[in-house]
Nanobody, 119 residues
């Protein structure tokens, strides 16, 4: 059974940094893409970043480019999202998700972790 568990959320001030982690288990993810999404109150869920497990190739939403970095640790089966220069508009529930490289739909989702950026 595939499990994705997020951790690392919290309350920070604008300009601070936070590191989220997604622990993946239940299968081999060598042919998977792991993504981070977020959903703010009253808004639709949006893509933040993703990484191809086998190659390490990463993609980012324009809104986080240059501030967020996604990375994977194959030995630990974790995917981290380093978030720097946080802004109040980054406040959201952050979700980790996984999809097979040859499909566009994310099949597996974590329960999310809250990130609040406020002074």
């Amino acid at each position: 059974q595939v499990q994705l568990v997020e951790s690392g959320g919290g309350l920070v001030q604008p300009g601070d940094s936070l590191r989220l982690s997604c622990a993946a288990s239940g299968r081999s993810f060598s042919r998977y893409i792991i993504g981070w999404f977020r959903q703010a109150p009253g808004k639709e869920r949006e893509f933040v970043a993703s990484i191809t497990w086998s190659s390490g190739s990463a993609r980012y939403a324009d809104s986080v480019k240059g501030r967020f970095t996604i990375s994977g640790d194959n030995a630990k089966n974790t995917v981290d999202l380093q978030m720097n220069s946080l802004k109040p508009e980054d406040t959201a529930v952050y979700y980790c998700a996984a999809r097979w490289v040859f499909q566009s739909r994310y099949d597996y989702w974590g329960r999310g972790t809250q990130v609040t950026v406020s002074s």
